[in-house]
T-cell receptor
């Protein structure tokens, strides 16, 4: 069974702090996506990483795909209250049509 | 561009009943996937439909079934509801079938089974 474990599960920080969320698996994925989900809404795609070692930046968010395509990280610089939400990583399973989602990291940024 | 819409937004059913959830995919998207998200967990893949046929399924029993229509909209049917079926059911559309295609999610249907 393929699993994606995210850490930490919960994170409460002050505005302006930096943070990193980790997404780890023993399985290889053809790509990995990060989503953010707010209460009462569906997940919204932030980024897709495909190549091992790939780094993508989206304003204050930096995403990295591990060299072996088994893990990923999301780093947020100078967090803002608007970053509050549930962050989900999702690995695309090669040769299938499904994504395996991580357990999620619930982030709260206090003003 | 119209996004993914799901109906109803909330639903309460009794154990043993049947339920149908509906999803309209984003304009131009031909593939629909359904996910179950239990409270405090990440979404779990139920199945995917492409060209009106199921072309991928997760670890869900046969009482979970679906349909895709020629306009790419979709239904999720659950028979013989159990208490553990209480969850947020998410529909996601994508442009092509296969891995690496970004998923565009609706806001879900919150199902409560009592």
């Amino acid at each position: 069974t393929q699993l994606l474990e995210q850490s930490p599960q919960f994170l409460s920080i002050q505005e302006g702090e930096n943070l990193t969320v980790y997404c780890n698996s023993s399985s290889v994925f053809s790509s990995l996506q990060w989503y953010r989900q707010e209460p009462g809404e569906g997940p919204v795609l932030l980024v897709t990483v495909v190549t091992g070692g790939e780094v993508k930046k989206l304003k204050r968010l930096t995403f990295q795909f591990g060299d072996a395509r088994k893990d990923s990280s999301l780093h947020i610089t100078a967090a803002q209250p608007g970053d509050t939400g549930l962050y989900l990583c999702a690995g695309a399973v090669s040769g299938t049509y499904k994504y395996i989602f991580g357990t999620g990291t619930r982030l709260k940024v206090l003003a | 561009e119209t996004g993914v819409t799901q109906s109803p937004t909330h639903l309460i059913k009794t154990r043993g009943q049947q339920v149908t959830l509906r999803c309209s995919s984003q304009s131009g998207h031909n593939t629909v996937s359904w996910y179950q998200q239990a409270l405090g967990q990440g979404p779990q893949f139920i199945f995917q439909y492409y060209r009106e046929e199921e072309n991928g399924r997760g670890n869900f029993p046969p009482r979970f079934s679906g349909l895709q229509f020629p306009n790419y909209s979709s239904e999720l049917n659950v028979n013989a509801l159990e208490l553990d079926d209480s969850a947020l059911y998410l529909c996601a559309s994508s442009l092509v079938s296969g891995s690496n295609s970004p998923l565009h999610f609706g806001n879900g249907t919150r199902l409560t089974v009592t």
